[in-house]
């Protein structure tokens, strides 16, 4: 199988509870909840999405033949040495095209692995580190996990529903939007009223990562 990257490229982990752990990004190209064009978002199931997985042009992006030129990237941009390997599944949707032979590739390189998915569909079960970012109107069939990242205010989430869900930690995040400082004062006041939430912050962008 072949893979639709935009781009690859290493970073400090922003969100959540890897945050600030050094890791390389790979963000697979397309999605099942909006097709990522503009004319298309207020008809989208996710309208709030803040980045851009359209095409394979991106920094470190492209078309990889198979999954062992993809780790070769990964490997390229991690560099040398191989303790605490780290790498981050993104998109768009990631599991769309994440597979057997992926998974399988990166774990022969020492990388432990990481996916952010919206959850509508099954993560690999190879996966190390599982974050669900649910979206309401979707319907989400990972309902287990290590992370789950709620993007926060978003009308017609059911908080009590998800709170039955099985991860390890239950993450409020505030929507980056026109918004942002009502949406943070959305997000702080989830977490002071119910416990299970703790806050999570974009620290890439405060700090002027990727």
């Known amino acids: 199988m072949s893979y639709a990257v935009k781009e690859m490229f290493l970073t400090l982990q922003g969100e959540g509870v890897n945050a600030g752990a050094r890791a390389v990004f790979v963000r697979f190209a397309g999605c099942n909840l909006w097709s990522g064009r503009e004319a298309d978002r207020a008809s989208a199931v996710c309208r709030f999405c803040d980045t851009d997985f359209v095409g394979v042009d991106g920094a470190g992006g492209g078309r990889f033949a198979d999954a062992e030129a993809l780790v070769d990237a990964a490997e390229m941009h991690w560099g040398e040495g191989t303790e605490a390997r780290f790498v981050v599944l993104t998109g768009g949707e990631p599991m769309l095209q994440i597979d057997d032979a992926l998974v399988d ?106």
């Open 105 to 210: 590739a990166l774990h022969a390189r020492g990388f432990r692995i990481a996916i952010e998915s919206n959850g509508t569909l099954a993560a690999h079960p190879g996966i190390d580190w599982v974050c669900i970012s649910p979206k309401a109107g979707s319907e989400v069939v990972q309902r287990s996990g290590d992370e789950l990242k709620l993007v926060w205010p978003q009308p017609g989430i059911d908080l009590d529903a998800l709170e039955a869900w099985d991860f390890a930690h239950f993450l409020v995040q505030p929507m980056d939007s026109a918004e942002a400082e009502a949406n943070t004062r959305a997000a702080v006041a989830l977490a002071l009223e119910r416990p299970k939430w703790r806050l999570t912050l974009q620290t890439h962008k405060l700090l002027g990562l990727r």
